[in-house]
């Protein structure tokens, strides 16, 4: 069960035929949390996971993620951006 001050992302895995050969190494998170202009990214290590959950996020706020592979060589480009917003705490 994820907490009221966190978000679960998710992507699909990147099939060895869009990385040119080489196999993934890593894949990037980077958020935005768009109303204080904080910013922030993790890298990710274990190839076989495609989730993350982003935790101590601010209620009631605006955040935009992205995601990026890399391989053997660099990082790819980044996926098109998503935007999300926190839920309120219930009262």
């Not at 080489?22 to 990037?28: F, R, V």
């Not at 109303?35 to 993350?52: A, R």
């Not at 009631?60 to 926190?86: M, Q």
């Amino acid at each position: 069960m994820e907490s009221i001050d966190s978000i679960k992302l998710s992507w699909p895995a990147i099939k060895h035929n869009e990385t040119g050969g080489s196999p993934i190494t890593a894949y990037e998170v980077h958020w935005d949390q768009n109303e204080s202009n904080i910013s922030d990214f993790k890298v990710l290590n274990e190839t076989s996971l495609t989730t993350y959950t982003v935790k101590s996020v601010k209620t009631c706020s605006s955040y935009t993620f992205r995601v990026r592979a890399k391989n053997l060589c660099e990082f790819g480009p980044f996926s098109p951006p998503i935007s999300v917003f926190s839920k309120a705490i219930p009262q």
